[in-house]
C-alpha cells in the first residue's frame, strides 16, 4: 500500500513539474505577440510610452532567469520547495497580467514587469521544478529534464493559436512601413493587444495552480528503500538542504514537515567525506603536466571533468568544459533572441499572410519539443554526450543563420523549415545546459552551477538588447543574422577543441 502510495506521489510530482512550468512558453509565444506589441505602441498607445525598444522584453527576460536560477537556492533553504514555487508564480504571473496597462503607458515600465520580474520569477520555478525532476526521476533524470522544458513549448502551440485568432481573427495584412519594418495600423487589431495579455496571463497562472496541487517532496522511507536508484543517488545533499522549513533549525524538512536529515545524516557524512578525498585527488591530478593526465589509449582526461564527485560553484570556472559549455549557451541564445524577436517581423516583409506566419509560430514550440524530448532520449540511453548535443547544435544554428536572409525571398514553405530548424536547435539550451550542468559538475551544487552556466544567456541577452537594434538600422538584415552565424562558428570550434563529459 505504501509502496502504490509512493507510485502515485512520483507520477503527480512529475506530471506538476512540467505544468509549473507554463511561463517558459512566454519564449515560444513572444514571436507572434510582439508584432502586435509593436504595432500597438507605433499608432495607438499614449505619447511617449515608446521609451525603449521592445527587443528589451525578451532580452530581459531571458537574462533574468539567471538571477533567479541563483535566488532559488536561498529562497528554497529558507522556505522550502512548496512555497518558494508558490511566492515565484504569484509574483510571475502578477508581473505578466500588469502588462496589459504599462503596455498603454511606457515599454520601459512594460519591459521591466513583463521582461525582468517575469523571467527572475521564472528561474526560481525552473530551478525547483528541476529539483523535484531530480527527487523523483532516478535514472531516466536527462528524459524529465527535456520533457519538463518541452511542456512549456507545447502550451505555446494553443496560446499562438489564441493570440492571432483572438487579435487578427480576419487574417488582415501589416498595412504599415516604418523603415525596415512592417506593422498592423487598423484599430481592430492593435485595441485588443492588452485584453491577449490579461488572458495569456491567466491561462499560465491556471496551468501552475494545478501544477502546485500535484508536485510534493519524497518521504523518508522513500530514501531509506531506494538509497541508490540507477546508479545515483536520488537525493543529494544540497536537495536535503533545499528541503528545509523556514524554522526547521538544524533539521531539514520536506513542505510537509517531513524530517529527512536524520535519515541522511550518515550517509551524507560519508558522501561529504568521500567528496572531499576525490576532490584533492582530483586537484593533484589537476595539477600534473598535461601529457600525465592522458589515461589509456591516449584518452585525454580535460580537467578531471570525468571524475565522479560534485564541483563547487567557483571551481567549475577552471575547467574548459565550463567554458566551452558557456559559450554554447552565448552563442545559442543570441540566435534564439533574433529568432523571437524578428522571425514574423521580418517575414511580414516578404510574407503577408498573417496566419501563416502564426502556423509557423504554432509549429516552433512541436519541433522544440520533439527535439528536446528526442535528444534527451539519446542522452538518456548514452547515444549522444552532451558533447555530441553542443556540436550539432552549433553546426546546425550557424548554417541556418547564414541561409536567414535570403529563404524568405524564395517562398514561405521554404521560410518555415528555415525558422523551425532554428526553433529545434534553440530548444535545446535549456535541456543542455541544465543536463551538462549536472553530468560535468555534479549535484551537489546544481543550483548554483547551473545558474553560472546560465550566466551565458544573460550576457548573450543583454548584448542582443543593446547591439542588434543598432546594427539592424546601421548595415541591415543580412550582416545582423550574420553575427549569429559567426558567433556559433567561434563557440563550435572552442567545443570541438575541448575534452568535455562525465
Known amino acids: 500500500m505504501q509502496h502504490n502510495g509512493e507510485k502515485l506521489a512520483r507520477c503527480c510530482s512529475l506530471i ?13 509565444n513572444y514571436g507572434n505577440l510582439s508584432a502586435y506589441m509593436d504595432s500597438y505602441i507605433q499608432f495607438n498607445c499614449s505619447p511617449g510610452c515608446a521609451d525603449a525598444d521592445s527587443q528589451w522584453i525578451i532580452a530581459l527576460f531571458v537574462a533574468s532567469v539567471c538571477p533567479g536560477i ?4 536561498p529562497a528554497t533553504k529558507r522556505l522550502g520547495l512548496k512555497w518558494a514555487l508558490i511566492l515565484a508564480t504569484i509574483s510571475c504571473n502578477a508581473a505578466y497580467i500588469a502588462c496589459a496597462w504599462t503596455l498603454q503607458a511606457s515599454m520601459i515600465g512594460t519591459a521591466v514587469l513583463m521582461g525582468f520580474v517575469n523571467g527572475l520569477s521564472l528561474g526560481t520555478v525552473m530551478c525547483v521544478s528541476f529539483t523535484y525532476v531530480r527527487l523523483w ?51 481592430q487589431i492593435i485595441e485588443k493587444v492588452p485584453q491577449i495579455i490579461i488572458i495569456l496571463g491567466a491561462i499560465s497562472l491556471g496551468f501552475q495552480i494545478l501544477g502546485l496541487v500535484l508536485v510534493s517532496s519524497p518521504q523518508p522511507s522513500t530514501f531509506a528503500a531506494s538509497p541508490n536508484v540507477g546508479g545515483k543517488n536520488p537525493v543529494s545533499r544540497e536537495t536535503d538542504i533545499h528541503l528545509k522549513g523556514s524554522k526547521g533549525g538544524n533539521r ?25 578525498e576525490e576532490r584533492k585527488d582530483a586537484r593533484a591530478l589537476h595539477e600534473q603536466p598535461t601529457e600525465d593526465r592522458h589515461k589509456e589509449g591516449n584518452q585525454e582526461c580535460d580537467d578531471f571533468s570525468s571524475l565522479p564527485y560534485s564541483y563547487k560553484p567557483l571551481e567549475n570556472l577552471h575547467t574548459r568544459s565550463f567554458k566551452a559549455l558557456w559559450l554554447y549557451a552565448n552563442a545559442l541564445s543570441y540566435g534564439l533572441i533574433l529568432k523571437n524577436s524578428y522571425y514574423k517581423r521580418f517575414g511580414l516583409l516578404y510574407i503577408q499572410d498573417d496566419r501563416f506566419l502564426t502556423l509557423i509560430g504554432s509549429l516552433i514550440p512541436v519541433v522544440a519539443s520533439i527535439a528536446r524530448i528526442g535528444f534527451g532520449v539519446c542522452m538518456d540511453k548514452g ?30 514553405i521554404a521560410y518555415m523549415f528555415l525558422i523551425l530548424g532554428l526553433a529545434s536547435v534553440h530548444s535545446l539550451i535549456f535541456t543542455i545546459s541544465a543536463a551538462g550542468a549536472l553530468q560535468m559538475f ?3 551544487h546544481f543550483a ?3 545558474a553560472m552556466t546560465y550566466t551565458g544567456l544573460t550576457t548573450s541577452a543583454i548584448f542582443a538588447a543593446v547591439v542588434s537594434p543598432l546594427l539592424l538600422h546601421a548595415i541591415g538584415w543580412f550582416w545582423l543574422f550574420f553575427t549569429c552565424s559567426a558567433f556559433s562558428l567561434i563557440a563550435l570550434g572552442f567545443a570541438v577543441a575541448t575534452a568535455m563529459g562525465r
Request: neutral net charge; charged residues 15%; hydrophobic residues 40%.
Open 70 to 73: 541563483f535566488i532559488s537556492g
Open 137 to 187: 526521476a532516478g535514472q531516466h533524470e536527462n528524459l524529465f529534464l527535456a520533457t519538463v522544458t518541452s511542456a512549456s513549448t507545447a502550451l505555446a502551440i494553443l496560446e499562438n493559436q489564441i493570440i492571432t485568432e483572438y487579435v487578427n481573427p480576419d487574417n488582415l495584412k501589416a498595412n504599415a512601413r516604418v523603415g525596415n519594418k512592417a506593422y498592423f495600423s487598423q484599430i
Open 383 to 412: 547515444i549522444l554526450t552532451v558533447k555530441d548535443s553542443i556540436i550539432l547544435s552549433l553546426s546546425a544554428n550557424s548554417v541556418l543563420c547564414s541561409f536567414w536572409f535570403f529563404i524568405p525571398r524564395l517562398n514561405g
Open 448 to 450: 548554483e552551477n547551473f
Open 16 to 28: 506538476g513539474a512540467h505544468f509549473v512550468m507554463a511561463p517558459l512558453s512566454f519564449v515560444w
Open 442 to 444: 555534479g549535484s551537489d
Open 252 to 276: 531539514s524538512t520536506d513542505t510537509r514537515g517531513l524530517h529527512i536529515k536524520s535519515n541522511l545524516h550518515n550517509r551524507d557524512a560519508r558522501h561529504d567525506y568521500r567528496s572531499n
